[in-house]
């Protein structure tokens, strides 16, 4: 693991243990469209304008980060 | 170091809950003149004046014993981290409280410093919890501009690898890209975040003077001291 790997793992952790009450990122169960999107994300078949959006959304809910891993892990 | 209750118990742990239990030569080590002149100068070399650096420590060792007539500070500290890591955390906490205050007086008392220590904040963010942590405050403020302003494509790139540890590869194949232009894109981003952050630290508290390696491991320190407004309630 490099040191850059161990600055963002600390940042991470900071700023879920710190995110702001009104600004905290939603946990939200993922609901079906975002969740094809993100399994044609992984498939590797999402066109780069809806990439985009999907990551944009994919950083404001948590669960959807976490669902992103699993497929990538899983797949 | 052993885990029980969960709470990591090491040396340090172990020394201040010595001290706490009125062992003087414990309460020497932690308060050692190596020490004060340790924390007097980190607090100079992040901006504060020699005045301010003395100040903020002799009330910081006066709050860790409860001798001002508080609960002890040291009460608050879990183990988690190093007592070193600790005191610098909240001794860099009390400075950014003391110099924000200063900021929003008007025309301070003169002297060298612009001002003497007797409105010094005396730990109330660590007595009232981390919402009230200017440290915290400043932290979080600069990491979420410089992220804002990153491009989000690349910070989910940047989670997968380096929070998750998906190997650059696999998010190369997704992305349709090649392994090394991931990696180009990771390395400019990341570079890109340190730059952005300490120019966002600058812009909230210009006299903090902060490099890279420091403000990751106060990051860490936050962190492994969350609990420090509740840990003794």
Do not use: Y
């Amino acid at each position: 693991m490099t040191s850059d790997d161990i600055s963002l793992k600390v940042i991470s952790r900071f700023l879920e243990d710190f995110e702001p009450e009104a600004q905290a990122h939603s946990a939200t169960a993922v609901q079906p469209p975002l969740e094809d999107k993100i399994a044609r994300l992984v498939r590797g078949e999402l066109p780069e304008d809806e990439r985009q959006v999907l990551c944009h959304d994919v950083l404001r809910n948590r669960e959807a980060m976490k669902l992103l891993v699993e497929m990538l892990k899983g797949s | 170091m052993e885990e029980m209750s969960g709470q990591v118990l090491n040396g340090d742990f172990e020394l201040v809950q010595r001290a706490l239990a009125g062992d003087e030569a414990a309460a020497g080590t932690i308060r050692s003149e190596a020490r004060t002149a340790q924390l007097e100068r980190i607090l100079v070399s992040r901006g504060g004046s020699v005045s301010e650096a003395k100040d903020v420590v002799a009330d910081l060792w006066a709050d860790c014993f409860g001798s001002s007539g508080g609960k002890a500070l040291l009460a608050k500290f879990n183990g988690r981290g190093s007592l070193e890591a600790f005191l610098t955390r909240v001794a860099v906490n009390r400075l950014i409280d003391f110099k924000r205050h200063q900021r929003f007086q008007a025309a301070p008392p003169g002297g060298e410093d612009g001002g003497g220590m007797d409105d010094l904040p005396s730990g109330e963010g660590e007595q009232e919890g981390v919402g009230e942590d200017g440290l915290v405050e400043v932290l979080r403020g600069a990491l979420a501009r410089a992220f804002e302003s990153s491009d989000p494509e690349t910070l989910v790139m940047l989670q997968l690898v380096g929070v998750h540890g998906i190997n650059q590869e696999r998010v190369a194949e997704v992305w349709g890209w090649s392994q090394s232009k991931v990696s180009r894109q990771l390395g400019s981003l990341t570079s890109e975040l340190r730059e952005k952050t300490l120019e966002e630290v600058k812009k909230l508290d210009p006299w903090l003077e902060i490099q890279w390696e420091d403000f990751v491991s106060l990051c860490r320190s936050c962190s492994d001291f969350l609990t420090i407004g509740g840990e003794s309630d």
